[in-house]
């Protein structure tokens, strides 16, 4: 791995365990394995690094959601993988903790990538929904893109609450919950 992928890798890692104030260019360095002057030589300094780190968490996040989303099945079922795929839910999301981040939120540029993903998110899901709407799987009136903010709700507010109580319990609660209100309607 070359030192400019160590570095943005270290800023990933760092950014989802101390958020962008705890994570230092002295702390990217040292978790990154490189010289004092590597950052600066790579990039024009932490503002620079932290967003490269975070287009990386999203893209990758997306590709995740995007794997279980286009995959096979129902409507319900693409939706039912997503919310039941595999995740550190004690660590919470690397997207969706950076939106508690005073720094993050109050810059455009390093903000601008989560709201992407955020978007991107809620806008495929509802597309799923309409989908199954279409279909007839879903209620006639349920409004997709009210029900893709509240998928999206429940597993950010489902890693806040596992991360408040340290255990994955509440999280899975909280998704066994928005699958049964979604529950396929019988015909």
Same mark, same amino acid.
Do not use: N
């Given at each position: 791995?070359?030192?400019?992928?160590?570095?943005?890798?270290?800023?990933?890692?760092?950014?989802? $365990?101390?958020?962008? @104030?705890?994570?230092?260019?002295?702390?990217?360095?040292?978790?990154?394995?490189?010289?004092?002057?590597?950052?600066?030589?790579?990039?024009?300094?932490?503002?620079?690094?932290?967003?490269?780190?975070?287009?990386?968490?999203?893209?990758?996040?997306?590709?995740?959601?995007?794997?279980?989303?286009?995959?096979?099945?129902?409507?319900?079922?693409?939706?039912?993988?997503?919310?039941?795929?595999?995740?550190?839910?004690?660590?919470?999301?690397?997207?969706?903790?950076?939106?508690?981040?005073?720094?993050?939120?109050?810059?455009?540029?390093?903000?601008?990538? @989560?709201?992407?993903?955020?978007?991107?998110?809620? $806008?495929?899901?509802?597309?799923?929904?309409? $989908?199954?709407?279409?279909?007839?799987?879903?209620?006639?009136?349920?409004?997709?893109? $009210?029900?893709?903010?509240?998928?999206?709700?429940?597993?950010?507010?489902?890693?806040?609450?596992?991360?408040?109580?340290?255990?994955?319990?509440?999280?899975?609660?909280?998704?066994?919950? @928005?699958?049964?209100?979604?529950?396929?309607?019988?015909?």
């Amino acid at each position: 791995m070359s030192t400019s992928e160590r570095l943005i890798e270290s800023t990933r890692e760092l950014l989802w $365990e101390r958020g962008y @104030v705890g994570t230092s260019p002295r702390a990217i360095l040292e978790r990154a394995g490189a010289g004092q002057g590597s950052m600066y030589h790579h990039f024009k300094g932490k503002p620079d690094l932290a967003l490269a780190a975070i287009r990386r968490t999203a893209a990758q996040l997306r590709a995740a959601a995007e794997a279980v989303l286009d995959g096979p099945g129902t409507p319900y079922e693409r939706i039912e993988a997503y919310l039941l795929r595999e995740r550190d839910v004690l660590r919470g999301c690397p997207v969706g903790r950076l939106t508690m981040d005073p720094d993050v939120v109050a810059d455009d540029v390093l903000r601008a990538p @989560v709201d992407e993903t955020l978007d991107w998110l809620r $806008e495929r899901l509802a597309g799923i929904v309409e $989908e199954g709407r279409e279909q007839g799987l879903f209620e006639p009136g349920l409004d997709g893109g $009210e029900v893709a903010a509240a998928v999206v709700a429940t597993v950010q507010g489902g890693y806040v609450l596992a991360r408040a109580s340290g255990s994955p319990a509440a999280f899975d609660a909280a998704v066994r919950g @928005v699958l049964a209100l979604l529950a396929p309607r019988k015909p």
